[in-house]
């Protein structure tokens, strides 16, 4: 294949260095990200690798980690007559009998919409409640925290489904036989977070963790520095995004989350309950969680379909190849769990580009 990226002799100098480095053993190495995992796909870095290194990602699709019970919440209020907005991914993530887009379909008020202020100027532009389906990481949450202190329209509410990746990270390597050498961290969630957070992880699991970037050499460049705290048994955690991330984060984002919202234990798709990493309004925004304004509490349903291996591939413990459905059964067009439907899900992307793609 023909590499997407210019400076080849520079990735050539990374990819040297990595060999140099790499033990004599297969090394997981596992990110959090969907944008890493186009990149690393869509420029066939895997074949540029030895093969002995296994690159896997783990719960970093927000589309992919919703559960079943949020999604059925927002269907339960557009039947009800609301008017449910939700990012373009969500509108086909299978809930417990339909997708957004089906029930839309049928002639419920669903919207697309690509920003939490554009569901705000839909609620000022009308009579009728509108709910925003708010799913994401650290990235997009301050944005909804903005629209919440601005006070908007009565008619406006939220159901709250943001997540905080350092949990789910650490969920990750709680798992028996996780056998994962080393994290790159995502870029953008550690524009608001900083190098901080990762820093207990890497003391208490002795593992590297280095943030990355999403350019082709940004990722080799941080496989580099993971193979390099492995070669000298350092393990810590590492910045290697330093044109967009500082060590302490964003101040003015994280006093945003704190201010509006309180973490809480959540339910992620694929892996269950995980303590503290989740975020509901605090006392003084309740009133726009639309779970209490209008009470819904949907049931506990099936989070994927009989043989779908989405839990695992979202755990990185499976490959999308290693499942029967996928590319058969299980296609963007007719997706058996969330894996295969978001652009940033480890299913969809490589049913895009392929996992490993050999030059």
């Avoid at 140099?20 to 870095?45: A, F, M, W, Y």
């Avoid at 304004?293 to 190849?321: D, G, H, K, W, Y």
């Amino acid at each position: 294949m023909k590499f997407k990226f210019k400076d080849r002799d520079r990735a050539d100098k990374l990819v040297q260095l990595i060999n140099r480095q790499v033990p004599d053993r297969r090394i997981k190495i596992v990110h959090v990200c969907g944008t890493h995992e186009v990149s690393i796909t869509e420029n066939g870095l895997r074949s540029l690798l030895p093969d002995r290194i296994d690159i896997r990602e783990g719960p970093g699709c927000p589309v992919c980690v919703t559960p079943t019970s949020d999604l059925d919440a927002a269907l339960q209020l557009a039947e009800r007559g609301a008017i449910v907005a939700a990012f373009g991914d969500m509108m086909n993530v299978p809930g417990t009998a339909k997708s957004l887009s089906e029930l839309k379909s049928e002639g419920a008020d669903v919207r697309l919409v690509y920003s939490v202020s554009e569901a705000v100027k839909i609620a000022a532009g009308t009579d009728k409640q509108v709910v925003f389906l708010s799913v994401g990481f650290e990235t997009t949450t301050p944005m909804t925290a903005a629209v919440l202190e601005d006070h908007p329209p009565e008619n406006f509410s939220i159901l709250p489904s943001n997540k905080l990746i350092p949990p789910a990270m650490e969920s990750l390597l709680e798992l028996p036989d996780n056998d994962i050498d080393g994290f790159i961290a995502p870029g953008h969630v550690s524009t608001i977070i900083g190098v901080q957070p990762y820093e207990k992880l890497a003391d208490k699991y002795d593992i590297p963790i280095v943030v990355g970037g999403f350019e082709p050499l940004d990722i080799l460049y941080s496989l580099g520095l993971i193979l390099n705290q492995l070669s000298i048994s350092d393990p810590k955690a590492e910045n290697g995004y330093t044109r967009a991330v500082d060590h302490e984060g964003n101040s003015k984002s994280k006093k945003l989350i704190k201010d509006v919202f309180k973490e809480t234990d959540t339910t992620w798709r694929g892996i269950g309950t995980i303590p503290n990493s989740g975020l509901t309004l605090n006392r003084d925004y309740e009133k726009w969680n639309a779970r209490e304004r209008f009470e819904v509490e949907p049931r506990q349903a099936e989070e994927t379909s009989p043989n779908c291996l989405c839990p695992q591939v979202i755990t990185a413990r499976a490959t999308p190849e290693e499942c029967k459905l996928f590319k058969d059964k299980c296609t963007p067009e007719s997706p058996h769990g969330p894996c295969m439907v978001g652009e940033e899900a480890m299913c969809n992307i490589w049913y895009r580009y392929g996992g490993r793609p050999k030059l």
